[in-house]
């Protein structure tokens, strides 16, 4: 919709990233690079900051220092590198009293898609919710609200994907189905960067693993090598 | 497309949002309407005044009633974006924030001004007074106008805190108030037959306070909605 022009550097840059809450930082001085096509998921403990790094790569939270760049452009500078960026929160984001398909048409048209029908209808389909379509958002459950969640932030067809604890709520199908989503995401073209407290069944689709301690990435390796980082392995199977 | 025409289509995307869930939920502009009838109709009651005394309260009364109804129209407003977080999926579109402050703050000013659109009618009948002049409504726009935009930017501030239904009456009844003198003394000034010559003044302020806010919500909502 709002396309960078990609080529090998399009990458998400982030630059001693600090962010306090009440004079305690959370994150500090936090530095990571991800490179075109990475799957990434971002371990850490309650608390650690995963969602706070997540809600400032999405521009939703402003850092007390540091720099993010995305696609080479500084993304603070930038409103229209937002239209690159799906974000998946904790919450849904949506307006209770209307319907699925009227909340998605509401983002269709706040980002410009093009064929917003079309777009809007596959992604219903795809979330599994066309029975469900032209129901008030309120009648959802938690489930079903938050495949109806990942809709929206995919409608875009975004480069850099974000997504805190997505798996929340959903039952096995729907996991599964999210897994399959995932996998077809992870393409050269697209950053996806996907925080869980337990990333076990994460494991195998991602590239590259970032473990967040004390405010900084301790590691940032490759899916493949936590074998490794005894560490890291010992804190996954602690948290498995 | 430009970024300008962008800018301008999510402003507008965003009031007819607005209007599509008040639609559906019906739970703003009810509320404010039944709240600025209650305010005409226990005044009317409670002040057994002469007729001449009623028509210059008539004034009063308008924006008393039309100042609170608009101010719990602007706590609805708040809450609406609140649910489920919907603030920030207006935050994550790629357009300069203060489109989102521009949207919120049209519907607020339709919605207060559909409010005074009920009232004027019920007025005139209860104060014995013609409400209907075209300078008067031309004041109501411009005083609605200012204290949407005001009370917009301010619903923005208080956003955040856990106090908000009670801290935006508290920040914006102190600020608003040169803007509801104004507003009064100029429907005043009106229905008393006045020359607009004399009430140029007043006018003029009204206007000053609508583009005041607009910059200020063009210049300072991105700022006021950061964590």
């Known amino acids: 919709m709002f396309p960078i022009e990609t080529d090998p550097s399009f990458q998400i840059v982030i630059r001693e990233l600090v962010k306090r809450y009440h004079f305690q930082p959370v994150l500090n001085q936090l530095s990571l690079t991800l490179a075109d096509g990475d799957f990434c998921i971002l371990v850490g403990a309650n608390g650690a900051g995963k969602t706070t790094l997540l809600r400032i790569l999405a521009t939703l939270v402003r850092p007390d220092r540091g720099e993010i760049y995305l696609g080479g452009k500084l993304i603070a500078q930038a409103p229209e590198l937002r239209g690159e960026i799906g974000y998946i929160g904790h919450q849904p984001m949506f307006y209770n009293d209307l319907s699925a398909v009227e909340n998605l048409r509401h983002y269709a048209h706040l980002y410009l898609c093009p064929d917003p029908e079309i777009l809007i209808q596959n992604a219903i389909q795809a979330a599994g919710l066309g029975a469900a379509q032209h129901k008030p958002v309120r009648t959802f459950s938690r489930g079903m609200q938050q495949r109806l969640s990942i809709a929206r932030a995919l409608l875009h067809d975004p480069h850099l994907l974000l997504l805190d604890e997505p798996y929340t709520g959903l039952d096995t199908e729907a996991a599964q189905s999210l897994d399959e989503r995932l996998q077809h995401l992870h393409q050269p073209g697209r950053i996806i960067l996907l925080a869980a407290h337990q990333p076990g069944r994460l494991l195998k689709m991602a590239s590259h693993i970032a473990w967040l301690q004390d405010g900084k990435i301790s590691h940032h390796i490759p899916a493949a090598s936590i074998p490794e980082v005894p560490a890291l392995q010992a804190y996954l199977r602690e948290e498995a | ?227």
């Open chain 2, 1 to 227: 497309m430009k970024p300008m025409l962008h800018y301008l289509r999510v402003t507008w995307q965003i009031f007819r949002k607005d209007i599509r869930v008040e639609w559906r939920g019906r739970q703003g502009v009810p509320v404010m309407l039944v709240f600025a009838l209650l305010v005409v109709f226990l005044f009317n009651f409670a002040l057994q005044l002469s007729p001449n005394l009623q028509a210059g309260l008539a004034a009063g009364l308008l924006w008393v009633a039309l100042a609170f109804a608009s101010t719990l129209g602007l706590n609805r407003s708040i809450s609406l974006e609140r649910e489920s977080s919907a603030l920030d999926g207006l935050l994550l579109v790629p357009v300069d924030r203060s489109a989102i402050y521009f949207g919120k703050a049209l519907s607020n000013f339709t919605f207060t001004t559909l409010v005074a659109l009920v009232l004027l009618p019920i007025l005139s009948l209860f104060y014995q007074q013609n409400m209907f002049h075209l300078p008067l409504v031309l004041v109501i726009l411009l005083g609605v106008g200012a204290y949407t935009g005001l009370g917009t930017l301010l619903a923005a501030l208080s956003i955040q805190s856990r106090t908000r239904d009670v801290l935006l009456p508290i920040l914006l009844y102190p600020l608003a108030l040169p803007i509801l003198i104004a507003s009064v003394e100029a429907s005043r000034g009106i229905l008393a037959g006045q020359p607009l010559g004399e009430l140029q003044s007043w006018i003029y302020l009204l206007l000053a306070a609508d583009i005041l806010f607009s910059a200020a919500g063009l210049m300072f909502f991105e700022t006021i909605l950061e964590e």
